[in-house]
């Protein structure tokens, strides 16, 4: 098993660019999600899906969109990047039940100029 | 998710134990405690989690209290590679992580 994958590792993006992280798992998890970590800070939940076809908004989903269409990949989107979501960007997937722990990727950093 | 309270930073000497603290007075009936840890700039490492009693595992020991508003983590024996940020995390599934505890493990 691979676990959680994050493409690509590294991106710089200009101002107003787009670009599609993508996280795969091949643990046939229900859960998944998206956080950003930004230098010297905690991790904050960007969007998380509870399930194939489903999203919902975590704390700073503000300049993100995501889809869940496979149950094994969740896609992260930056529309119009700015220079304020310079940032390492995990995801995260977990099983159903309650009692399930996270298993999270290696990360993606990502510099926007 | 329940609100967490971690104190920002301790300091623990190598082969003594290290207790983490972490205040979650909200935290529901259906909420697991979970604690994770990050070294360094990688994703961050599942430790142990509980629902109302306390547990064990190779890594850590993990105490809740009788009425579940605060629990400790303990290293039995922390070496150098512990030292690492740790969440405590009150969750049913958003899994909303804090600030954590930066430790620092020194010889």
């Known amino acids: 098993n691979a676990g959680v994958t994050q493409t690509p590792k590294f991106r710089v993006l200009k101002t107003g660019q787009s670009m599609t992280l993508l996280c795969a798992q091949d643990m046939n998890h229900e859960y998944m999600y998206w956080y950003r970590q930004d230098p010297g800070m905690g991790l904050r939940l960007i969007h998380y899906?509870?399930?194939?076809?489903?999203?919902a908004k975590g704390e700073v989903p503000d300049g993100y969109n995501v889809s869940r269409l496979k149950k094994q990949n969740f896609l992260l989107g930056l529309e119009s990047a700015a220079p304020s979501q310079t940032s390492v960007y995990f995801c995260a997937s977990r099983g159903l039940l309650l009692s399930y722990e996270q298993y999270f990727g290696p990360g993606t950093r990502l510099t926007v100029t | 998710d329940a609100k967490t309270t971690q104190p920002p930073s301790m300091d623990c000497a190598e082969g003594r134990a290290a207790n983490l603290p972490c205040n979650h007075s909200?935290?529901?009936?259906?909420?697991?405690v979970y604690w994770y840890r990050q070294i360094h700039s990688q994703g961050p490492q599942y430790i142990i989690h509980g629902l109302k009693n306390n547990e064990t595992n190779e890594m850590a020991s993990l105490i809740i209290t009788e009425d579940r508003k605060s629990s400790t983590l303990i290293l039995p024996h922390a070496t150098l590679r512990d030292t690492a940020v740790y969440y405590c995390i009150g969750s049913w599934g958003k899994f909303q992580f804090g600030a954590g505890t930066q430790v620092v493990v020194t010889p």
């Open positions: 909200t935290i529901s009936g259906n909420e697991y």
């Open positions: 899906s509870v399930g194939e076809g489903t999203t």
